[in-house]
């Protein structure tokens, strides 16, 4: 998919706006690439207004393939075995994808339309997940994916960044660089300059309870609402989320009543659960849902990255890097302006 064209010369600066995950990961790779890096982040380094706050750090690339075009799968499978390298975190998790009996019409729908899956039955399920043990008797189970939890590995990765000498500028917000590149990662706040961009929100409530253990994203296939519960330390477990065309970003009580009703379909103990949290955020989405990568001379912009922000930074990281360094672009996500 890689294109050489024709050779260009870049400035050994970069600036980048917005430390949310697709600027951190550009920032990551183009210093390893060798260029000299500085990121600004209007924020303070808990990011509470990105939208990766609300996250579920999913890296799904098989399920997401469900209902996205395969550029999503393709570049999705690549960032996994960056984000691999990077955190070192040892085997992956994988997805499980349940459905009760009366919804085998659409699980079967989605076993067909997704691929790096296996069939179990009840008894391998309950080994992968022994609290779902008698409440589903099969599921799809996705063992090359993965999770992350977004608001750990970002200050990780900051980190990671301070290691390597990049400095990071929290509570600026400077339009561009000062000379040099600017690569502008700012999300869905680039709609001031980013025209087609718009916002579709994501839901999601966090809540915490013993009385149940998963081990792994765990997908309910539902006719109203196909939802998914990542569990997280300390007995949280994140419910997300909705997909909701709109600037708002309140939490309305349907959205909250569905999500808490798909926590109690997949274990009838979330009922019992304590309410930790309730957030949503705005996905920066393009009109096809699908990323870009935008060259304007000396104005790069990374964004519309939708539901797969995390999914896809790392990739879409390593594909400005490739163009920044060897001249060649990605015809499905890159574009010259
Ligand atoms: C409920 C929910 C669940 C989701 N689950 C998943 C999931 O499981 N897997 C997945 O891959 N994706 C998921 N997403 C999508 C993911 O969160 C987004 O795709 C991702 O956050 C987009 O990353 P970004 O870096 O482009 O934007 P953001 O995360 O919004 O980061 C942009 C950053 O730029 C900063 N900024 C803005 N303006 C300026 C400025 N002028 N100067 C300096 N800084 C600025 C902001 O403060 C922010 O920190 C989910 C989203 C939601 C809402």
Redesign the pocket.
Known sequence: MLHDISAKRYPAHISI???????TWQALLLSRAGFDVTL????DPA?K????H??????APYCEGEATEPAITRLGLRSLDLWDQELASGPRSGTLVVAHRRDRTDFDRFARRTAGHDLVDAERLAILEPALAGQFDRGLFYADEHHVEPRKVLPHLHARLNDHGVAIHYG???ASAKGGLTID?????ARDQVADLRAVK???IVVETKDVQLNRPVRLIHPRWPLYIVPRADHHFMI??TTIETDDDGVSVRSALELLSAAYAVHPAFAEARIVEIG??L??AFPDNLPRVRIDGDRISV?G?????????PALAELTATYLTRDAIDNEVMQCV
């Open positions: 706006i917005g430390a949310g995950v697709a600027g600004f982040e209007r924020d990011l207004s990105s939208t990766g609300w996250a579920g750090g999913m890296l600026e917000a400077p990662c700012r999300g869905i706040a994501g839901e999601m997300g989320a949503a955020g996905r920066p964004n990255l939708y539901r797969h922000g995390f999914l896809l930074a």
